[in-house]
């Protein structure tokens, strides 16, 4: 996957969209004639225009009486464009929408028509959900990636260490991380980003909760909020490079594990290519929880504009561009990102692609999501507080409960404006 992706689909770093509207409308009766729809999307943008036009090709032999005009705008400047458009009431009738904080502002907001009679189980279940508000359908996921635990067999073997497994548990990964770790020799155990998004995923790991339940206040300052973060914060310097090694900068992990000196990386399925020529054999798991199993999953979605006139053969688009053979088919021959639907068959061919060879685990890891919280119009400034406190911790300029008050504090005020 394009390295790109990760700033596209980051579901909590995205900004939400500020913008008013009508109520949602529901999918009307079809049209009586021919009609022409418009789709604004970013996810083509760059090497996938090709791969975008086959399947709108495609969707128009199946719908004669159905012509979709597309629209394609860099991502960069995807945000501004749609939101200038949905303002003016000039939306087109189907568009991308980049992860979940700008589907819940678009839903909030009216800009989406509720999709009825779609068929629900053709597509993962957990993603499905992603777009969904007090349980109606407002949206479907196109595309998706996830965070999985990469590792250097070599490095095991070395070490006489069994391999991760689905059941593997935060305790195995720390017991197999010491043993792999020679500082005297550069190699380390162990990495994962000391961040907001690597802890609001450990907290769910952890039986925990980034927010409380009506999402007003913070909820981590628990013990199993402590033990999560302590879960990040400790590897520094025992299984895990340090700040001043250059933990935390850009590609430094990537890096470590392509260079054989890291037995584990906690990272996304895009970087498979960074690993395509790299002398030794590695693999990947599913991601080890404490209490429970659960990983960052990162999706695209597609929406139907609430205005628009001519929403059910909108919708029929939206349902093709998410689900059909062909749309299925195109990304997974290409490598366009992966794609969303439950059928295993249809998904086969992209357990063979090579390298890694448990490829299975990209699908299991999507079974069990760590939903990103919902954190409103600060959401870059609470990530950015929480990922500050956590660094002051790793640091060593204060404790890790310091850091969890000190971030709480200035979360929960953020809440509060």
Same mark, same amino acid.
């Given at each position: ?234 590897? %520094? &310097?025992?299984?895990? +490079? #340090? @700040?001043? /090694?250059?933990?935390?900068? *850009?590609?430094?992990? =990537?890096?470590?594990?392509? $260079? ?73 021959? %290409? &490598?366009?990102?992966? +794609? #969303? @639907?439950? /059928?295993?068959?249809?998904? *086969?061919?992209?357990? =063979?692609?090579?390298?890694? $060879? ?60």
């Amino acid at each position: 996957m394009n390295r790109k992706l990760l700033g596209a689909i980051a579901v909590a770093g995205a900004a939400a969209l500020v913008i008013t509207g009508c109520a949602a409308t529901p999918a009307k009766k079809a049209d009586a004639g021919p009609v022409t729809i418009t789709y604004t999307n970013f996810i083509s943008d760059g090497a996938n225009v090709g791969n975008l036009t086959k399947i709108v090709n495609a969707f128009e032999k199946a719908n004669p009486t159905i012509t979709v005009k597309v629209k394609t705008i860099p991502y960069a400047s995807y945000a501004t464009a749609i939101q200038t458009d949905l303002a003016a009431g000039t939306a087109s009738d189907v568009f991308d929408i980049n992860g979940l904080s700008d589907y819940e502002s678009l839903q909030a907001n009216g800009q989406l028509a509720q999709l009825k009679g779609v068929d629900g189980k053709i597509y993962n279940a957990g993603l499905l959900d992603t777009y969904q508000t007090a349980g109606k359908q407002y949206a479907l996921p196109t595309s998706f990636s996830d965070v999985v635990l990469y590792y250097n067999k070599d490095l095991f073997d070395a070490a006489g260490v069994s391999y991760p497994t689905s059941k593997w548990t935060w305790a195995d990964e720390t017991a197999a991380a010491k043993k792999i770790t020679d500082q005297a020799k550069g190699i380390w155990g162990d990495h994962q980003p000391v961040t907001y998004n690597e802890y609001y995923k450990a907290l769910v790991q952890n039986g925990a909760s980034f927010l409380s339940k009506d999402g007003k206040k913070a909820a981590f300052d628990t013990p199993a909020g402590l033990a999560a973060a302590k879960w990040l914060v400790d590897k %520094s &310097g025992t299984t895990m +490079p #340090t @700040i001043a /090694d250059g933990q935390g900068t *850009a590609d430094f992990d =990537t890096n470590l594990f392509a $260079a054989g000196k890291l037995g584990m990386l906690h990272t996304g399925t895009w970087v498979f290519g960074n690993f395509a020529k790299v002398p030794f054999k590695w693999d990947i798991a599913v991601e080890p929880g404490n209490t429970k199993t659960a990983s960052a999953v990162f999706s695209n979605g597609i929406g139907v504009y609430a205005q628009g006139k001519h929403l059910a053969a909108a919708q029929k688009w939206a349902v093709y561009m998410s689900s059909s053979t062909e749309e299925v088919n195109v990304r997974l021959d %290409s &490598g366009w990102e992966l +794609p #969303t @639907i439950s /059928d295993s068959a249809k998904l *086969a061919t992209y357990l =063979t692609k090579g390298a890694p $060879a448990n490829r299975k685990a990209v699908f299991d890891s999507a079974t069990k999501i760590a939903q990103a919280p919902s954190l409103g119009a600060n959401s870059q400034a609470i990530q950015d507080a929480m990922t500050n406190a956590l660094i002051e911790a790793q640091a060593g300029r204060e404790t890790v409960q310091q850091a969890l008050d000190d971030a709480k504090s200035k979360i929960d005020t953020l809440l509060a404006g």
